[in-house]
């Protein structure tokens, strides 16, 4: 079966704009969760979404937002860019109810890069 | 709150070694505990899963435990080779969402 998809894969963008990536969990996944990594800070928790309801959010300003679709599609925005967003964003999907009880399958990544 | 917490940083061993991987969490009431491989600028590979009710999964080389009561897991390497050379990371789920180790990064010399 399809694994979780991701798109982009690589983004340059300018300080000020504001940046769009999807992701597309396994089909039949309901929750999507999105994660920030970059090398000084690791993994940090953006926001969950199950069902097209965010049920929990991480320790991001509010110029990162996020939205799921009727279809379990999820995208995560990010306006005003600041050279610190540069970062790997990985989404991840599972089955369960947030719990994570079949586990988390991640996809590839998209690669931000703020100039 | 969970905290993970993994042990070493880094390790570096010569192609053959069986080498162990420690993750420790402060809150024994997890659901599972899942370890995941990552290789530079890649997203997220999982290994394997242990369900709070096993002891123990394998896949090929690898064995990873779980000890809910003590609040750990180890990972198992048997004969470790140069393409396990990768970043682990150990994660359980807590408040939708999964808290992750800091990682180990491993690399196996030919």
């Known amino acids: 079966k399809a694994g979780v998809t991701q798109t982009p894969r690589y983004l340059i963008k300018t300080r000020g704009q504001q940046v769009t990536l999807s992701c597309s969990p396994i089909?039949?996944?309901?929750?999507v969760s999105w994660y920030q990594q970059t090398p000084g800070q690791g993994l940090q928790f953006l926001f969950e979404?199950?069902?097209?309801?965010?049920?929990n959010k991480g320790n991001f300003p509010g110029r990162f937002s996020g939205r799921q679709f009727s279809n379990s599609r999820s995208e995560m925005n990010v306006s005003t860019l600041e050279l610190g967003d540069s970062a790997l964003y990985l989404c991840?999907?599972?089955?369960?109810?947030?719990?994570?009880?079949?586990?988390?399958?991640f996809g590839s990544g998209t690669r931000l890069t703020v100039v | 709150k969970q905290e993970v917490t993994q042990i070493p940083a880094a390790l570096s061993v010569p192609e053959g070694e069986n080498l162990v991987l420690n993750c420790s969490f402060t809150?024994?009431?997890?659901?599972?505990l899942q370890w995941f491989r990552q290789d530079p600028g890649k997203g997220l590979t999982s290994l394997l899963l242990?369900?709070?009710?096993?002891r123990e999964q394998t896949s090929g080389r690898l064995n990873a435990s779980l000890d809910k009561s003590s609040g750990r897991s180890t990972l198992y390497i048997a004969a470790s080779q140069p393409g396990d050379s990768a970043t682990y990371l150990c994660a359980v789920p807590y408040n939708n969402d999964m808290r992750f180790g800091a990682g180990t990064r491993l690399t196996v010399k030919p």
């Open positions: 991840a999907s599972s089955s369960a109810y947030g719990t994570g009880g079949d586990g988390y399958t």
């Open positions: 089909s039949g996944h309901r929750s």
């Open positions: 979404y199950f069902s097209e309801t965010q049920r």
């Open positions: 809150d024994s009431a997890i659901y599972n």
């Open positions: 242990i369900q709070s009710s096993q």
